[in-house]
């Protein structure tokens, strides 16, 4: 018995599906292109973003520092216990200040960081937006001849790109400490065992690489938020489902740029 084979209406249905999903995933691509465009031009106004800089950095950055250390402190003694579990007796001990410095500065304190603030930042700035959206604050704003973009969206985005690397840089200094205090604690490692392990193979680059990644997903977490609360619609409800977009496609985007910097950082170190 053959199974049956499906009819040239539902492969035209299915075809046609597939077209729709295809059309408006790149307008969407396109959609957020212009965006970012738009938000470059705005920068040229500086009177109207200047004195709301501030304010944005503190709400984004400062108030967002705690998380950072949170999640810093239990990364770096998850990661001393670890590192300590992995290697054993077939490395040195000093090798698990190593591990601590490189996986800390590298990756977990931007992505682990990145991936918090991108729910606290994300959900914060497209709720805010969102609700101005449908209360028609913004709509206000447009009819005064005031540019949105200008006064909403540069602040918000410059803020978090700024003060992302911050609250990196402090993660990366509480783990670091942290992992320190775990291998005096719970592993007999020494203090001068951990830093020779911290500083042999220890480069300004981990560094510069850490903090150019976190800055890049800062302004990812901004331009998404903004442009997810300056889409919304649908009262209550719409300002919910914004901020929970903003939060999903932060973290996916946060994701992909890090796979993005590291083939960069891999492709760079081939060629030279």
């Known amino acids: 018995m053959t199974a049956p084979t499906p009819s040239s209406s539902a492969i035209h249905q299915r075809i046609s599906a597939l077209g729709r999903g295809t059309r408006s995933f790149f307008n969407q691509i396109g959609a957020g292109a212009r965006f970012v465009i738009g938000t470059i031009q705005a920068l ?3 009177s109207d973003w200047i004195p709301e800089f501030s304010t944005h950095a503190r709400i984004l950055g ?3 520092l705690p998380i950072g250390v949170f999640i810093a402190l239990f990364t770096g ?3 001393a216990l670890l590192a300590s579990y992995s290697v054993g ?3 040195p001990p000093y090798f698990v200040g190593t591990l601590v410095q490189k996986t800390i500065t590298l990756e977990l304190a931007p992505v682990l960081t ?8 994300g959900a914060n ?3 805010e937006l969102g609700t101005m959206r449908v209360t028609e604050q913004i709509d206000a704003l447009e009819t005064l001849t005031f540019d949105p973009m200008s006064h909403l969206v540069v602040p918000r ?6 003060m992302f690397p911050v609250v990196v840089a402090v ?9 320190w205090v775990a291998s005096l604690a719970l592993l007999d490692i020494t203090t001068p065992q951990f830093l020779k392990g911290v500083r042999i193979f220890f480069t300004d680059f981990d560094v510069r690489y850490g903090l150019v990644k976190s800055a890049s997903f800062g302004a990812a977490v901004a331009l998404i938020g903004c442009r997810a609360g300056l889409t919304t619609q649908g009262g209550a409800q719409g300002v919910g489902r914004g901020a929970t977009r903003a939060v999903v496609i932060s973290a996916v985007m946060i994701l992909v740029l890090d796979a993005f910097w590291a083939l960069v950082w891999l492709t760079g170190r081939t060629i030279r």
């Not at 990145?114 to 930042?121: K, Q, S």
């Not at 985005?157 to 700024?162: F, I, K, R, W, Y």
């Not at 993660?171 to 992992?179: D, H, R, T």
């Open 77 to 79: 003694i998850v990661l």
């Open 114 to 121: 990145g991936l918090a603030l991108a729910g606290r930042v």
């Open 125 to 127: 700035i497209a709720a």
């Open 62 to 64: 400062v108030e967002s």
């Open 171 to 179: 993660a990366m200094l509480v783990g670091l400490l942290s992992g």
């Open 89 to 91: 007796d077939l490395v």
């Open 44 to 46: 040229r106004a500086t």
């Open 157 to 162: 985005v410059l803020a978090s790109t700024v």
